[in-house]
């Protein structure tokens, strides 16, 4: 561990979250969705989709296009299908929902897909496609985002850096776990780097003049006051591969297209945007333009443990396949899976994101974590 990271209880995290989005006007219901879905990326190791992703809620109240008292509601459905209407709510509160409808039209259905629009971030999407793999079926989901990354051979943002996660039931095995995002970086890696006097881990920034690409975040840096993840950049996003490129195309068709919510990346309110919405109340879109949640079923279509079986003789043999020198074969999702199986208590944080969290986000609402810490001590102390 080093000065970057500090070690969290889990539950202490979870609590303070649920704090201040009842705070903000959140039901207990919303909260719980927040606080759980950023817990879990924690429990995955994904840290820049940990706490610090709390600022984007932050920044959508701030400009006026997230409503933390709103309930997402179902305004069409068939079978085997829903739309979601956000409401405007966090993109937390309207995954959980469709994640559950996806989940139990699929008992049925075999397949179902949910559509999802007008709701903000969501984070990482693992703690919705788990949901599906606890009930021993598939699932796929994503939103797109605003403009973070540049067609491939391109040098202006107008696609997204979208979060996508699938996940495939297994047995005695890690599942087949896919939980990345289909481009490059995001704005989480740009504060990073700034703030850790760090390059970049690719030379994936395209300078809006000369069209170079660097690894050096400094001079494209645009830092939101009073936060510790959430940054603008004035450069472009390298896409660096066409596979990626391809990839990222495909599920903009998914999130917003196809999608009879959906904003396409184009259409959502830049980083700009939101810094002029701050600072001169101009208006903004939501922060996520539409989103998706395919579950499938295959307990309709031959026996679930003939599914778990084949799932873990392929992990198997991709686990035993001859190593390179000086390599190891890594299962994807592994080390997340582990610790979930592990129940794992404490959780690493990132130290900018811990500070503006409490500091800024929870200060406005009266709240210290010195305060928060003690009034989870004593619930502890009752249980």
């Known amino acids: 561990m080093t000065d970057e990271v500090r070690v969290e209880k889990l ?19 919303h909260a719980r969705c927040v606080a759980q879905a950023i817990g879990f990326a924690h429990i995955q190791g994904k840290l820049n989709q940990g706490l610090g992703v709390y600022e984007v809620l932050d920044l959508a109240l701030g400009v006026g296009v997230l409503d933390m008292a709103a309930t997402p509601e179902v ?29 139990e039209k699929a008992r049925s259905s075999g397949i179902a897909i949910v559509y999802g629009g007008n709701h903000n971030d969501a984070g990482s999407f693992a703690a919705y496609v788990y949901k599906a793999f606890e009930q021993d079926m598939m699932a796929i989901a994503s939103n797109n985002t605003p403009p973070l990354a540049a067609p491939f051979g391109g040098m202006e943002n107008v696609l997204s850096c979208p979060p996508f ?9 890690p599942p087949i776990w896919a939980s990345l995002k289909f481009g490059e970086f995001y704005d989480a890696d740009i504060s990073e780097a700034v ?28 830092p939101y006051e009073g936060y510790g ?38 259409e959502i309110s830049d980083t700009d945007d939101f810094q002029r919405a701050l600072k001169e109340g101009t208006k903004a879109t939501t922060t ?35 190593p390179r020198p000086g390599q190891r074969i890594r299962i994807p999702g592994e080390t997340a899976y582990r610790n979930l199986k592990n129940n794992s208590e404490e959780i690493e944080v990132l130290t900018n994101h811990w500070q503006p969290f409490f500091e800024n986000i929870a200060g406005k609402y009266g709240l210290t974590e010195e305060g928060i810490r003690a009034d989870f001590t004593a619930l502890e102390k009752t249980d």
């Not at 006097?197 to 001079?219: H, Q």
């Not at 940054?231 to 196809?258: D, F, H, K």
């Open 11 to 29: 539950g202490f995290l979870e609590y303070a979250i649920e704090r201040v989005v009842l705070a903000a006007g959140g039901s207990q219901e």
């Open 75 to 103: 305004i069409e459905e068939g079978p085997a299908w829903a739309v979601v209407d956000g409401k405007g709510s966090s993109g937390y509160y309207a995954l959980n929902i469709m994640a559950d409808i996806a989940i």
């Open 165 to 173: 996660d699938s996940i495939v039931p297994s047995g005695e095995e």
């Open 195 to 222: 703030l850790h006097n760090k390059p970049m881990k690719g030379k994936w920034l395209i300078d809006p003049l000369t069209g170079e690409a660097t690894d050096d975040a400094r001079p494209y840096a645009q």
């Open 229 to 266: 993840r959430v940054w603008g950049y004035s450069c472009a996003g390298q896409i660096e591969t066409p596979r990626t490129y391809a990839l990222n195309l495909w599920n903009e068709a998914m999130t917003a297209i196809v999608n009879p919510l959906g904003i396409p990346a184009n």
């Open 288 to 322: 996520v333009g539409g989103s998706y949640y395919l579950c499938i079923n295959p307990a309709m279509f031959g026996p679930i443990d003939a599914v778990k079986a084949r799932a873990d003789s392929f992990v198997g043999a991709v686990r035993n396949c001859k």
